[in-house]
């Protein structure tokens, strides 16, 4: 029997080891994800991706495709839900995005474009965050980290270094950098590793390269998420 | 310090999974766990101090900055809130001179709130350095700032201070009838392992956590092992290191058969773990226990050096060739670490955050390798079942949920403590025994539970209708629904470890919108906001504390929807934080107190 | 001829952009103007809000005035519109929150730098500023949200012209935008 699932009702095949996120990327399936990336181990932990697979709700991007399962994706319910956990986001953190360098190319912005996001809907937390802008090359604004953990990831599977982690419970949880000083010039994070670039939001940016693209000419302000999402995280869908 | 520190390491062998061990030893030798003790430790384990500092902040019993040399603690669980919880505590605050929350500038005491200890039959109740404080009072009070003052070092404190009971009522299957040490091996040695493991299956023995898994199943499962391994040579197999542990993290308010279990039954435990051991291949065996349980350590410890002795445990059990043995590991103050999987990080030495499933322990758990995790009177019964058959304790109970199930009464009742049932008892004839009237409600199973009323008495004990953990708080007719709501909810916003985004943001959101409607803040759509924010947690939750956090809220909302309405106004809208107290620090600044200096609340009638 | 939709705007803890992009709607104005007048609004000058059906609401509420102002908007409008990013977040007047209101004013009127005469204003005409800038959605009732710092010009058209044309008003990707 050919290994296939259904997604929507559509039939998507998939390969034995594949999560249903990586099946329904390859399938041309969009799935609504911020802590996913598909060259790191799976996070599982913003919930944007929870697809319901015969009747439960599970995180596409951390549970794998079998035989027989039954997805749903693109339903009404889930995207006023991950419209919600947006909005969470978005209230638990300082997002100003008139103010921030990543507009336009932000995938928490893009993902709230997607879900056509018009407000933020809960009341906002406004936490004291601090900026730390000691290193020569990189900056971090933690007013804006949503703890995806791709920089910890990105900097312990593709740098072989272990710059970032994710401390405190609940809602004190908060990045911390591996250095004695606590601070990022302290470590050996350089401007060309992916850990630096990887941030689906403005909290991690490359000093100096402000506004090289104009505000209006940027990634999402044109294209949708899905679209892009597809043509970078899956090769055959970006040719 | 840097000798203390380097003995410690040396003593733990240098394994980062014994983080939490040294990070409690650390804690309590210098009241909090200092930067230079991070970075040596980080070179000595040879992990990065990140990892350290996020277990330190994950913990609620490790600290960044120094603590009073006497930490107290006051339990924060419902019932020693019935019991005079506030006023105790502010009484405390004033006798020692401490805010709640801080350290005295002396550094000599430090006061603070903490989840639920356990010990909610003898409550109010708290922790003096990790050491449980019972049945406190004024008079308890006042010795204990005096013993404070005077700088005495606890173990020359009255020991009644620390005295903790069983409170038994009403033993049965398990409880009456303690097996002899060793008799549940030597049976099943006799018997065979897989004879012995169909026992239990006959038994039809569930996980006495709550969730109620098979357990039979569980542990056949565990030697089956992950998928790729089933096919292996048998002698592979069998190499296949795997794991039994206990989860003693008893952590759901209002629960503390455990710690009666382990307190007078700990041989049965440990001997249910070793038969665990013997029938799954084990070799190593782990009790996870709650750190507020420490009092109990070195008993237990005791316990196993007894079982050592006897041939019980160590390496060739009753000369059949089994080698086993088993470690406790204490926690530090995490609810979150009773899920099977965040208890198996934290017993890695990491911040117990629950692993994405599949897979499950059974195939990857402690260590990557196969593990079963079964709840401390899950183990107990397997010993007796071992023993007297699995006819024996089938024979009690309902077709679903096979046995006893031993309770923690506490609340508003004249018997506080350890009741043990068959399953299919009435809740009625449970409130006869433990002496409650005038009930108003029951909350069954802890805060992520159910709250049933006075009208639902007739219902069961039972996996198929009222499951439970173990915890039974009753609450009579004076006793206000939203304030116990309110004190669960605000326990899942505080144990929350902040892994997925539902419940961490989720959880705050409810506490936030719970006490806008309990302040009387609340309008028209408020209580519907309430309910949509709960079913969201719910749903989209990635383990069972947030699946389970509104709970509290959609089991009352559910039974008592005039309480909730009732505290909402007959108005469109109202801001959930105080206008006019958010004009206060620009008032003081600039010296104003006329009318335009004020704001209602909500718009005046004109 | 029907009576004309009546339609307020103001602008709170706002810098009036978003006002500016409403203007940019330009000639379509006109069209606007055959089925809509306007109440209180800074275009015309009108001091009060009174009966109208669509309240426009730029900014977001940082001192006891924008509590008054907005609460004669909520009373006064049948539908309430929160516009732009800082009525609907707080924009970034609520960049003020992550500092102590104490801090901010003692900057600003007793030791920052080139402060002569020294002293917090205390006259009564003058409005207490909250203890941090709140979204409106969090003082009243709220009924449409338009993102955009500012929202474009075809955001005020596709949104007026939906509700003025008995539609449900609904924007389309290219319309929604945070910045």
């Known amino acids: 029997m050919s290994n296939t699932i259904t997604i929507d009702g559509n039939t998507v095949p998939f390969e034995d080891g594949q999560t249903i996120m990586e099946a329904a990327t390859a399938a041309g399936v969009y799935i609504p994800h911020l802590c996913h990336h598909p060259e790191f181990t799976p996070h599982g932990s913003c919930k944007l991706c929870t697809v319901n697979v015969n009747g439960r709700n599970c995180s596409a991007c951390t549970f794998p495709a079998m035989e027989g399962q039954n997805v749903l994706n693109n339903t009404r319910e889930l995207t006023d839900d991950r419209r919600k956990i947006t909005q969470m986001l978005f209230v638990e953190g300082n997002h100003l995005c008139p103010g921030c360098e990543k507009t336009g190319n932000c995938q928490l912005q893009a993902v709230a474009y997607h879900l056509n996001m018009l407000d933020n809907h809960f009341p906002h937390f406004y936490p004291s965050r601090e900026l730390d802008a000691s290193h020569a090359e990189v900056m971090i604004d933690h007013n804006r980290c949503i703890f995806c953990t791709l920089c910890v990831r990105a900097s312990q599977q593709k740098d072989g270094k272990d710059v970032f982690a994710i401390s405190g419970r609940g809602l004190n949880k908060h990045l911390i950098i591996n250095s004695q000083s606590g601070l990022l010039k302290d470590t050996d994070l350089e401007a060309t590793d992916e850990a630096a670039h990887i941030c689906p939001t403005g909290a991690i940016l490359i000093k100096r390269t402000g506004y090289q693209v104009p505000i209006g000419e940027r990634i999402y302000d044109h294209k949708q998420i899905d679209q892009v999402s597809l043509e970078t995280e899956h090769p055959r869908h970006g040719e | 310090m840097k000798q203390f520190i380097q003995d410690l390491a040396e003593k733990n062998h240098y394994q980062a999974t014994h983080l939490l061990q040294i990070l409690r030893a650390i804690q309590s030798r210098y009241y909090y766990v200092p930067e230079d003790a991070i970075e040596q430790l980080a070179g000595l384990l040879q992990i990065p101090r990140t990892q350290i500092i996020s277990v330190v902040e994950f913990y609620s019993f490790f600290h960044l900055t120094p603590r009073g040399q006497y930490e107290l603690l006051i339990s924060d669980s419902i019932t020693d809130h019935m019991l005079g919880k506030i006023d105790l505590t502010g009484y405390l605050a004033k006798q020692l001179n401490v805010a709640v929350g801080a350290v005295r500038d002396d550094g000599l005491v430090s006061l603070d709130n903490t989840s639920c200890t356990g010990m909610c039959d003898q409550g109010p109740a708290g922790l003096i350095n990790g050491y449980p404080l019972t049945l406190l009072d004024r008079t308890r009070i006042d010795l204990i700032t005096e013993l404070i003052n005077q700088q005495k070092p606890l173990a020359e404190w009255p020991v009644e201070l620390f005295h903790v009971d069983d409170n038994i009522y009403k033993p049965d299957l398990l409880l009456q009838q303690q097996i002899d040490d060793g008799s549940a091996l030597r049976t099943a040695f006799k018997r065979g392992m897989q004879e012995t493991l169909a026992e239990i299956d006959k038994s039809g023995l569930r996980g006495r956590g709550g969730a109620g898994y098979n357990t039979a199943w569980k542990w056949h499962l565990c030697y089956e092992g992950p998928e790729e391994d089933a096919f292996c040579e048998v002698a592979t197999h069998n190499q296949q290191q795997r794991y039994v542990v206990c989860n003693a993290d008893e952590g759901e308010p209002g629960t503390f058969k455990d710690r009666v279990l382990l307190n007078s039954y700990a041989h049965q435990v440990f001997e249910g773990m070793t038969l665990c051991a013997a029938i799954i291949g084990a070799q190593q065996g782990f009790l996870y226990l709650r750190g507020e349980y420490l009092h109990l350590y070195d008993k237990l410890q005791s316990v196993l050096d007894q079982r050592r002795q006897a041939g019980l445990l160590g390496n060739n059990i009753l000369n059949e060739g089994l080698n086993f043995d088993i470690e406790i590991c204490l926690g530090a103050g995490a609810y979150i670490c009773g899920e099977e999987s965040a208890l198996i990080e934290s017993l890695e030495g990491k911040m117990g955050i629950p692993r994405n499933r599949p897979p499950y322990p059974v195939t990857q758990g402690y260590l990557g390798k196969p593990t079963v995790v079964n709840n401390v009177e899950t183990f107990m019964a397997a010993a007796s079942i071992a023993v007297n058959g699995g006819g024996w304790f089938a024979g009690v109970g309902t077709e679903k949920s096979k046995g006893t199930k031993i309770l923690s009464i506490c609340g508003d009742c004249a018997r506080p403590g350890i009741y043990e049932y068959p399953f299919g008892t009435s809740i009625q004839s449970v409130l006869n025994d433990c002496g409650a009237s005038d009930v108003l409600g029951i909350q069954i199973g802890g805060p992520s539970g159910t709250f049933i009323s006075n009208q639902e008495f007739d219902r069961k004990l039972a996996f198929e209708d009222l499951a439970t953990g173990g915890s039974f708080i009753v609450f009579n007719n004076s006793r206000n629904i939203l304030d116990i709501v309110n004190n669960f909810t605000h326990f899942f916003a505080h144990e929350s470890c902040g892994f997925c985004t539902p419940c961490r943001v989720g959880t705050a959101l409810l506490k936030k919108q719970l006490d806008k409607i309990i302040e009387g803040y609340g309008s028209a759509g408020d209580v519907v906001a309430l309910e949509e924010l709960c079913q969201l947690i719910k749903k989209h939750s990635h383990c069972g504390l947030g699946q389970t956090a509104a709970n509290p809220v959609l089991t009352t909302l559910e039974r008592y929807p005039e309480l909730y309405q009732s505290k909402l106004k007959k108005i469109s809208y109202e801001p959930g934080f105080d206008l006019d107290g958010a004009l206060e620090t620009a008032r003081r600044m600039a010296n104003r107190n006329d009318a335009g200096a004020h704001l209602t609340q909500v718009e005046e009638e004109s | ?179």
């Not at chain 3, 707080?90 to 960049?95: K, N, R, S, T, V």
């Open chain 3, 1 to 179: 001829m029907a009576s004309k939709i009546r339609v307020a705007t103001t602008s709170l803890a706002g810098c009036f952009g978003c006002h500016m992009s409403f203007l940019d709607i330009d000639e379509r104005m006109l069209q606007l103007a055959e089925v809509v007048e306007f109440g209180r609004s800074p275009i015309n000058d009108i001091e009060h809000c009174t009966n109208c059906d669509i309240g426009l609401i730029e900014g977001g509420v940082c001192n006891s005035e924008n509590v008054h102002v907005l609460r004669e908007f909520r009373k006064n409008c049948k539908i309430l519109v929160a516009v732009g990013a800082c009525a609907i977040n707080g924009g970034l007047p609520a960049m003020r929150n992550f500092i102590p209101l104490e801090e901010c004013l003692a900057e600003a009127y007793l030791d920052g730098i080139g402060v002569e005469n020294p002293q917090i204003p205390s006259d009564p005409e003058l409005p207490l500023l909250l203890d941090k800038v709140r979204p409106i959605h969090e003082v009243v009732k709220i009924d449409y949200f338009l993102p955009g710092c500012p929202p474009s010009a075809d955001v005020f058209w596709k949104f007026l012209t939906d509700l003025l044309d008995g539609r449900e008003p609904s924007l389309s990707y290219e319309l929604v935008h945070y910045d």
